[in-house]
């Protein structure tokens, strides 16, 4: 079991119940892959340092999960395949992280 | 007889040794804003002082940040320099 992290920068435009059901469906797939969702931080709009699809601001999303690391492909195959997921970057944060539940 | 050089140069210390709470954090855009110079590059580590490790971990972190967007990449943008109309 390994400690991940992935910031998601999103479409400010996105409602918010649409941004809800694609994070809902990203742990979705973090569950079903065998992995445990830990954090789910949400840093809201904030201003870009460079503008990303025409567009100056946009919606960070962090989440902070643990699961075997085959789960990290299937995830970024539906992050990539979401509308509205401008960028991502996905971190290995621990290593050995024992079950805690 | 030369005499003595007047200018010390202030002693340099690598910050992210000397106060281990630094996060090196590609989250915190703040810190890593120092050692980037006004047009976004990375400043050498015998300006900047930091140890060769922690140079190695704040590039990678800087480049990370420039990617999700919270660094710039360079200071005047292809889309903000005005195109000459070609006639």
């Known amino acids: 079991m390994r400690k991940f992290e992935t910031l998601l920068l999103l479409s400010p435009e996105l409602s918010s119940e649409t941004r809800a059901s694609l994070l809902a469906g990203l742990k979705g797939v973090v569950e079903r892959e065998g992995g445990k969702v830990i954090v789910e931080d949400a840093w809201g709009i904030r201003d870009l340092a460079y503008p990303v699809k025409k567009q100056m601001r946009g919606f960070y999303v962090r989440l902070e999960y643990t699961g075997p690391g085959a789960l990290i492909a299937e995830l970024e195959r539906n992050i990539r395949i979401a509308e509205g997921v401008f960028k991502f970057v996905t971190v290995k944060l621990a290593d050995a992280v024992e079950e805690v539940a | 007889m030369a005499f003595k050089k007047k200018f010390t140069p202030r002693k340099k210390f690598c910050r992210f040794c000397a106060d281990k ?28 002082g930091t140890c060769a490790h922690h140079q190695r971990k704040l590039t990678v972190e800087i480049k990370r940040s420039r990617q999700m967007a919270l660094m710039i990449y360079t200071a005047t943008h292809a889309c903000d320099v005005k195109k000459k109309s070609v006639l």
Do not use: C, H, Q, W
């Not at chain 2, 709470?21 to 015998?46: H, M, S």
């Open chain 2, 21 to 48: 709470a630094l996060p090196l954090d590609y989250k915190r855009a703040d810190i890593l804003r120092d050692f980037v110079n006004e047009r976004g590059k990375i400043i050498a580590r015998r300006i900047t």
